[in-house]
């Protein structure tokens, strides 16, 4: 496997640069288009998959990207061993209504395993990475330094449990009942895995569609994090399937 941890600074870089962008056209009219499978797309989606596409490509003009927001898989007759999976901007219905709950995810995948990756927040400037010594980090807006972050141990009294609100189904809350729960928190998008790495929650259960773009930069922070995520079999969870299509999932800090 190739370590590409020293692209660390580079990729933060590009995410801060895309989430910029983004909030130009936060801060104004939103122009909405609706695509294919009847989701939303706005300018701002474009304008972030153009600054992190043509950045990736400078940057590693060797590895493939597969965005949300492009249909360059369809040309792989075989997909390759390695490339990125890039969300622009993840949750456009969120930017949409203006809740500020969106992120910029950017993953590397190798040998169908997450490498490294970074989840920003553009509202809050918090950013989330897989640093160059394989751990993982967070940087809050204005603290001039990075902290490195850890999953933590579940307390006796109960696990905390991250879930959507507006994502819920039955099987999630299923699942949910057989734990020992002590608090139940919800979060945006990706950062759920992000409050697992940070310590601030052991499990986010997720019996619902996702895409591979949409998990794969946090997991990898996830994981830099010292957790983990596998599918309800237990089996590692893995990317580069035909559609890009997700399975269920359960995310974890130490062991639930």
């Given at each position: 496997m190739t370590d590409y941890r020293a692209l660390s600074s580079a990729l933060v870089d590009i995410a801060k640069q895309a989430g910029d962008a983004i909030l130009k056209h936060y801060e104004g009219v939103v122009s909405i288009e609706i695509k294919a499978d009847n989701s939303p797309v706005t300018d701002a989606d474009i304008a972030a998959h153009t600054i992190i596409t043509n950045a990736l490509k400078k940057l590693t003009p060797d590895i493939p990207i597969i965005s949300e927001e492009n249909d360059a898989f369809l040309?792989?007759?075989e997909l390759p061993n390695r490339f990125w999976?890039?969300?622009?901007?993840?949750?456009?219905?969120?930017?949409?209504?203006?809740?500020?709950?969106?992120?910029?995810?950017?993953?590397?995948?190798?040998?169908?395993?997450?490498?490294?990756?970074?989840?920003?927040?553009?509202?809050k400037g918090d950013m989330y990475y897989t640093g160059d010594d394989g751990a993982a980090y967070q940087k809050m807006y204005n603290h001039p330094k990075p902290r490195k972050i850890q999953v933590r141990s579940p307390a006796k009294d109960?696990?905390?449990?991250?879930?959507?609100?507006?994502?819920?189904?039955?099987?999630?809350?299923?699942?949910?009942?057989?734990?020992?729960?002590?608090?139940?928190?919800?979060?945006?998008?990706?950062l759920?895995?992000?409050?697992?790495?940070?310590?601030?929650?052991?499990?986010?259960?997720?019996?619902?569609?996702?895409?591979?773009?949409?998990?794969?930069?946090?997991?990898?922070?996830?994981?830099?994090?010292?957790g983990s995520v596998c599918t309800?079999?237990?089996?590692?969870?893995?990317?580069?399937?035909?559609?890009?299509?997700?399975?269920?999932?359960?995310?974890?800090?130490?062991?639930?």
């Amino acid at each position: 496997m190739t370590d590409y941890r020293a692209l660390s600074s580079a990729l933060v870089d590009i995410a801060k640069q895309a989430g910029d962008a983004i909030l130009k056209h936060y801060e104004g009219v939103v122009s909405i288009e609706i695509k294919a499978d009847n989701s939303p797309v706005t300018d701002a989606d474009i304008a972030a998959h153009t600054i992190i596409t043509n950045a990736l490509k400078k940057l590693t003009p060797d590895i493939p990207i597969i965005s949300e927001e492009n249909d360059a898989f369809l040309h792989f007759s075989e997909l390759p061993n390695r490339f990125w999976l890039v969300d622009p901007l993840d949750g456009t219905k969120s930017f949409i209504k203006k809740t500020g709950e969106f992120t910029v995810n950017i993953g590397l995948i190798e040998e169908k395993k997450p490498v490294m990756g970074v989840v920003y927040v553009p509202v809050k400037g918090d950013m989330y990475y897989t640093g160059d010594d394989g751990a993982a980090y967070q940087k809050m807006y204005n603290h001039p330094k990075p902290r490195k972050i850890q999953v933590r141990s579940p307390a006796k009294d109960g696990v905390v449990v991250v879930a959507s609100h507006s994502h819920r189904t039955p099987e999630t809350d299923a699942y949910i009942k057989t734990l020992k729960v002590k608090e139940l928190i919800s979060a945006a998008s990706s950062l759920k895995f992000c409050v697992i790495a940070a310590g601030g929650a052991d499990v986010y259960p997720r019996m619902g569609p996702t895409m591979e773009w949409d998990t794969a930069a946090a997991h990898a922070i996830l994981e830099a994090a010292g957790g983990s995520v596998c599918t309800l079999e237990g089996a590692p969870f893995t990317y580069g399937k035909p559609d890009f299509k997700n399975g269920y999932f359960i995310a974890r800090g130490a062991r639930v």
